[in-house]
């Protein structure tokens, strides 16, 4: 069975800081993964995903996570960070099998971003 | 494109009651439906996958008379929590995915908070 691990439960950083985001997976072949935004009281938002192909990965809003398969990691980053993005961030990975579209998550990181 | 929406966005129920909350694909055919669960400050626990015209698969753990869920056409499912109690209280949230967005659940609904009193 698939598993992921968020590590960091909150997290704070200052606004025009890097950022990174760590998430760890268990799954027994190359998953497909995903990383997904909730703002307060809302739905979730695909920043970006990984399926095959270049190991690092350019999403929205100026995010980009980098498959490490060694590591079983897909950790996210940002160069510099918005007051806009604090929110939830979750990690998810999906099987590779006809049920790849059922994802488990990872429990979460709350990101603080103080000005 | 590629847009899901929720309706209500928000219910408050008596115990006892049922509620309907609908998920619907506004700008694409959803072959596939995902019914999840969310506790305060938790993760998103899967409940159920529905297919279109067919019965929805339901997670180990999740109670199929309790959540009922109808996926009848291509753009619309829906869950319907029957005889509500306040444990029942929870963020739940919709995906769904079909041609135009591959296997994988790249679009949300915002979700539907449920508060039974």
């Known amino acids: 069975a698939q598993s992921v691990t968020q590590p960091d439960i909150h997290i704070t950083v200052s606004e025009g800081a890097s950022l990174e985001l760590r998430c760890n997976y268990s799954y027994g072949a190359t998953p497909y993964l995903f990383w997904y935004v909730q703002s307060p009281g809302q739905g979730l938002q695909l920043l970006l995903k990984?399926?095959?192909?270049?190991?690092l990965v350019q999403g929205i809003k100026g995010f980009e996570a980098e498959f490490k398969r060694s590591q079983s990691s897909f950790n996210l980053r940002k160069p510099s960070v918005h007051w806009s993005d604090a929110a939830e961030y979750f990690c998810?990975?999906?099987?590779?099998?006809?049920?790849?579209?059922?994802?488990?998550f990872g429990t979460g990181t709350r990101l603080q971003v103080t000005l | 494109g590629a847009v899901v929406s929720q309706h209500p966005s928000w219910v408050i129920c008596k115990s006892g009651t049922s509620v309907k909350i609908e998920c619907r694909s506004l700008d694409f055919q959803a072959t596939t439906m995902f019914w999840y669960r969310q506790f305060p400050k938790q993760s998103l626990m899967l409940m159920a996958t529905s297919n279109e015209g067919s019965k929805a698969t339901y997670e180990q753990g999740v109670e199929k008379d309790k959540f009922l869920i109808n996926h009848a056409s291509l753009t619309l499912s829906t869950l319907t929590v029957t005889s509500a109690h306040p444990e029942d209280s929870s963020f739940y949230i919709c995906?769904?995915?079909?041609?135009?967005?591959?296997?994988?659940?790249?679009?949300f609904g915002n979700g539907t908070r449920l508060t039974v009193t």
């Open positions: 990984y399926f095959s192909g270049d190991t």
């Open positions: 995906s769904a995915i079909g041609a135009v967005t591959g296997n994988s659940p790249l679009h």
């Open positions: 998810a990975v999906g099987a590779r099998t006809g049920t790849a579209s059922k994802l488990t």
